[in-house]
């Protein structure tokens, strides 16, 4: 059992490690965005979309242990967790602990920094796309009641340039 709560442990602390790295490239991601120069954005999101896949393998291989650990204890490898764990065995699942509470940290910044890219992608939309209508001239945003009762396309103010 020693040897599945080590192997377990390693995988833990290895996704610790990737979900830091995704971490900091959402926060790569965040400051490209709000700063302009868009062009470093498709090699930051190369090396996420490799962190992902990282974290897939681990998370495969961690559910994989933790059958093979359900089993010794008899227990169903989906009611193994690090509670029944510590509960269970006690001292040696300890760190084990430890380690779970900080990658359950960890993700819970990442989802918080995903959201606020995730946010600043759609404003970043928005605002393009109502500039291109403004220039364009084309009816913006969503359509509108007349007090007769009809649709019409909300006006947009053009933009008007000096040549």
Do not use: W
Not at 39 to 68: D, I, N, T, Y
Not at 113 to 129: A, K, P, T, Y
Not at 134 to 143: F, H, M, V, Y
Request: net charge neutral.
């Amino acid at each position: 059992m020693k040897t599945l709560l080590e192997a377990l442990e390693k995988n833990v602390e290895a996704e610790i490690e990737v979900q830091t790295g995704i971490q900091v490239l959402l926060d790569q991601q965040l400051e490209i965005l709000m700063k302009g120069g868009t062009r470093k954005l498709p090699a930051v999101l190369a090396c996420a979309e490799g962190g992902l896949e990282q974290s897939r393998v681990l998370e495969r291989e961690r559910g994989e242990l933790l059958a093979r650990i359900g089993e010794r204890l008899g227990v169903a490898a989906s009611k193994v967790s690090l509670k029944l764990l510590e509960e269970r065995i006690g001292a040696e699942a300890a760190t084990l602990s430890d380690r779970g509470a900080k990658l359950k940290a960890t993700i819970e910044r990442i989802r918080e920094r995903n959201r606020q890219v995730g946010l600043l992608l759609r404003h970043s939309v928005l605002f393009i796309d109502e500039l291109v209508r403004a220039a364009t001239g084309a009816a913006g945003g969503t359509p509108t009641y007349t007090r007769a009762g009809e649709i019409r396309p909300n006006a947009v103010p053009t933009v008007a340039a000096e040549a």
